[in-house]
Every structure is written in C-alpha cells, then in structure tokens.
Nanobody, 120 residues
C-alpha cells in the first residue's frame, strides 16, 4: 500500500496548483481519501476529503477555493487549489482511512510522504 504525492511548488498569492496522489496496492474509491496539511509549528489540519460514495468535505478555510477529485481509472486523488493565500503554505499529505469521512486526522492510517506548497 503506497501513496505518492506530487505537484507541490512555490507560487504567488492568487495562483493555482493541482496536487496529485497516486495510490498503489489498493483501490482508493473504497476508502475515505483525504488531503491533510501541516504548516511549520502547527498541528495537522484536514483540508478536504472524499468518501467512497463521492461525498466531499472541505475545511472552512478552503471552501470555494479547493476541489478534491478522484480518477478511478488512474487510482489517483487530486486537489485543485485556486486563489492560493500565504496561509495555505504547508506540507500537504494524502491519506486514507476506513470508516467515517473525513474523520479525525489521527484516524488516517495510510499516508504519503507529502508535497510542499509555498505561497508568497
């Protein structure tokens, strides 16, 4: 079971990025898949999640700017991020869990290595 994120970069405020999370070893559509971020000195924060029925959840701070989606053929999860703000700067992780979605960040038991997003 492996999750590999990509797409992080340094962008200016107002810019856009798309993060990808390629999964291997299992089928993402059977799980609650989430994007979780952690800024330096801060706790991990759930950003967006998508359950096996396609129902999505967003943190208030990103609602209307971020979109989580999934390509079942590619078994890949995405996070489209628009109108980026400096406070979006963080390491972004893709993670998976069974059960309720989005749940608590501590309940995710499969994590990727993270991809850095820096907004200036």
């Amino acid at each position: 079971v492996q999750l590999v994120e990509s797409g992080g970069d340094s962008v200016q405020a107002g810019g856009s990025l798309t993060l990808s999370c390629a999964a291997s070893g299992y089928t993402t559509r059977h799980y609650c898949m989430g994007w979780i971020r952690q800024a330096p000195g801060k706790e991990r924060e759930g950003v967006a999640a998508r359950d096996s029925d396609g129902i999505t959840w967003y943190a208030t701070s990103v609602k209307g700017r971020f979109t989580i989606s999934r390509d079942n053929v590619k078994n890949t999860l995405y996070l489209q991020m628009n109108s980026l703000k400096p406070e979006d700067t963080a390491m972004y992780y893709c993670a998976a869990k069974v059960g309720s979605c989005p749940g608590k960040t501590k309940d995710y038991n499969n994590w990727g290595q993270g991809t850095q997003v820096t907004v200036s």
